[in-house]
């Protein structure tokens, strides 16, 4: 299990392999997902996901960021998304 801030500073550390810029990170608690990108920058993951895996908290942040590159779930996203996911 992960704190809040661990899980922020994973986000950045992400972002940083990734690179991209969040405009903002949020924590709290989410109904229907895991995690979100919107069209403004802002990050947001679900409060739930602090007592998974780290390979699945990986995975939400890197597909979340990506968006910021890549709006949609197209080819080069999911090429992206393994690629990172991978190394």
Not at 18 to 26: A, D, L, N, Q, R
Request: proline share 3%; aromatic share 6%.
């Amino acid at each position: 299990m992960i704190s809040p801030d661990e899980l922020k500073q994973e986000v950045r550390r992400w972002a940083d392999k990734i690179g991209v810029m969040p405009h903002e990170i949020h924590v709290r608690q989410m109904r229907r997902k895991w995690a979100s990108c919107s069209s403004k920058g802002r990050i947001t993951i679900n409060l739930d996901i602090l007592v998974e895996s780290k390979g699945f908290i990986d995975e939400a942040i890197v597909h979340e960021l990506l968006h910021l590159k890549y709006p949609n779930h197209g080819r080069m996203f999911k090429m992206m998304l393994r690629t990172y996911l991978a190394g």
